[in-house]
């Protein structure tokens, strides 16, 4: 059976006209004491194949539930004007009595029943148009029937392996947040509450910064399991690096390439107490201090002087390798003990000097 529609409407007059191709109206009443009388369709529609005839194993192009067009064509060479345009309009009314849930658009699972092929790809809503806009007034819950913001995931309504939210894909993933709250930038799979990686040889930075100021916060790798940290202060529209702590355990302050476990390059105000070390073993280096002929030294750079401290519960030592500069009085307000001193390289020779240094007095 098939129903023909062709109206023609002329309007003429200014008014509040409806052309309708078919017009629908369902009226139903239930008496009082019934509890369940079945279902109320306005209209139903379905469409079928391999349900009634046998045979039907050829291949059609496309199916379709519901096919609607509208819009205008092109009959008139002028343009006509209309202000809104509705494929499909829904117009609910819960204007009295209980409605428990009101669904404007529910789309059921897949009915897979008895299948033995293949459902290559299902998808709800499909929007082919890039240029199209989609707006959602109320809140939007994936996952969650009960929506607490604008958009409420639910982290586990997809199962276990599932990230809540993804920008990218699982190979080139650019913003992920995971089932467990972790945030990945430049990772799948980050390992923290805020993972930030990069492609080997690059480097993964934060930019904390407010009004031209702040600070960015840089991992390094090399690709081969080695790594760095550093710390940059924006000067100007220009980042220079501060601190830095490399895979060896080595920290450099105004370096790039810290040569020992802590180099500073350029002075230095310690108002407060410097502790090298301590050891309970006597005669252990615990310490060492380095001056170098150079304000950056290299691997190759000659170290003119060091001071070694050991210590114990009984002395402590100062051994002085190489030759001592700068050769300088030594200013000392108080008293000055110096126990078991070695001099130029010679561990051997030994001096036990007790001096006792009074401060001068004044006499009126």
Do not use: C
């Amino acid at each position: 059976m098939s129903i023909g529609l062709n109206p023609v409407n002329n309007s003429t007059t200014n008014g509040g006209y409806y052309n309708r191709g078919i017009d629908l109206i369902l009226y139903n009443k239930i008496a009082s004491g019934v509890t369940n009388s079945g279902n109320i369709m306005g209209i139903q529609n379905s469409v079928y194949r391999n349900h009634v005839y046998a045979g039907d194993t050829g291949t059609l192009d496309s199916m379709y539930g519901y096919y609607s067009e509208y819009g205008h064509i092109s009959k008139d060479s002028s343009a006509p004007a209309t202000t809104n345009m509705y494929g499909m309009y829904l117009y609910p009314n819960a204007r009295s009595g209980l409605v428990t849930n009101m669904y404007d658009l529910y789309i059921n699972s897949v009915n897979t029943i008895g299948r033995t092929d293949t459902l290559t790809n299902h998808w709800s809503i499909y929007q082919a148009d890039t240029t199209s806009k989609n707006y959602l007034a109320g809140k939007t819950g994936v996952g969650s029937t009960t929506p607490w913001g604008l958009l409420s995931v639910n982290p586990t309504a997809l199962g276990s392996g599932v990230p809540e939210f993804v920008v990218g894909s699982s190979t080139a993933t650019h913003f992920v947040v995971n089932g467990a709250g972790n945030v990945g930038i430049g990772t799948s799979n980050p390992g923290a509450r805020l993972d930030i990686q990069s492609l080997n040889g690059a480097s993964g930075s934060l930019i904390l910064s407010e009004a031209g100021r702040g600070a960015k916060l840089v991992g390094e790798g090399d690709g081969a399991g080695a790594g760095a940290f550093s710390i940059q202060t924006l000067i100007g529209s220009t980042y220079t690096e501060k601190f830095r702590i490399l895979s060896t355990g080595n920290v450099g302050i105004g370096t790039a390439a810290p040569l020992s476990n802590l180099q500073v390059n350029g002075g230095s105000n310690l108002p407060g107490t410097l502790t090298i070390s301590t050891a309970s073993v006597q005669g252990a280096v615990v310490g060492n201090i380095d001056f170098y002929n150079s304000i950056s030294p290299a691997a190759t750079t000659t170290r003119i002087s060091a001071i070694t401290r050991s210590d114990d519960s009984r002395y402590s030592a100062l051994t002085f390798n190489g030759k001592i500069y700068p050769s300088a009085t030594m200013s000392v307000s108080g008293r000055l003990r110096l126990l078991l001193l070695s001099l130029l390289n010679k561990p051997a020779q030994r001096f036990l000097l007790w001096y006792p240094i009074k401060a001068p007095q004044h006499h009126s």
